[in-house]
């Protein structure tokens, strides 16, 4: 079965902390790609970050970055200095043939 | 640059009236999706297309239909619409950006069924 589990329904931070968001993931694919996106409350699906399966390093854009578990089948995302238009849902998942979602964490920033 | 259009962005129903859900793209994708969206339950695929005058059912396809009859759009219709299928609906297209599957959105449509 190809499943994203995102086990963080809800989680705040306060502005300018740090913040991980936790995703974890199930495929038989050899070949994908791990995004995350973002869903501000203009509802607006915008991708913040991707990674592709076959590499270790870790992807980096600007204050947001991955860790990228393969064995684990994990890839949490971290928001560095947290500012308040973080605010949104994160949707975590997969693409191969076909692309999988979490069910999302939705993330608040603090003032 | 419009990116994925989708119209109209809300739109409230009775149950048993029917509709249509526009996405028209002016980036020449290929691929194209449509998704429902629910409350803790992320993003669902209803129907997709690989291609002008294809489509395919994904995971939650019951009491929808789609139409790709030009490239650019890709049309959803509910026939006879039912509360369940109160949600928010997204329209993507599907292009290859440094060799990786990148989804476009559009805005969004939040249908209400009474």
């Known amino acids: 079965a190809q499943t994203v589990t995102q086990s963080q329904p809800e989680m705040s931070v306060q502005e300018a902390e740090t913040v991980t968001l936790s995703c974890t993931y199930d495929t038989s694919e050899s070949n994908y790609y791990l995004f995350w996106y973002k869903q501000p409350p203009s509802r607006q699906m915008i991708l913040v970050i991707r990674q592709e399966a076959y590499k270790q390093q870790n992807a980096t854009e600007n204050r947001f970055s991955v860790n990228f578990q393969k064995a684990a089948k994990s890839f949490s995302l971290k928001i560095s200095d947290s500012q308040l238009g973080d605010t949104a849902m994160y949707f975590c998942?997969?693409?191969?043939?076909?692309?999988?979602f979490g069910t999302g964490t939705s993330l608040t920033v603090i003032p | 640059n419009a990116g994925v259009t989708q119209t109209p962005k809300f739109r409230v129903l009775k149950t048993g009236q029917s509709m249509t859900l526009l996405c028209a793209q002016d980036?020449?994708?290929?691929?194209m999706y449509w998704y429902r969206q629910d409350p803790g339950m992320g993003l669902r695929l209803i129907h997709y297309?690989?291609?002008?005058?294809?489509?395919a059912k994904g995971e939650v396809p019951d009491g929808y239909n789609v139409s790709r009859l030009k490239k650019q759009n890709f049309l959803l219709g509910l026939e006879s619409a039912a509360p369940s299928q109160t949600s928010v609906y997204f329209c993507?297209?599907?292009?290859?950006?440094?060799?990786?599957?990148?989804?476009?959105f559009g805005a969004g449509s939040r249908l209400t069924v009474l």
């Open positions: 980036m020449n994708h290929e691929y």
């Open positions: 993507a297209s599907r292009q290859l950006v440094s060799g990786a599957n990148v989804l476009t």
């Open positions: 297309s690989v291609g002008e005058g294809t489509t």
């Open positions: 998942g997969y693409t191969g043939n076909q692309f999988y």
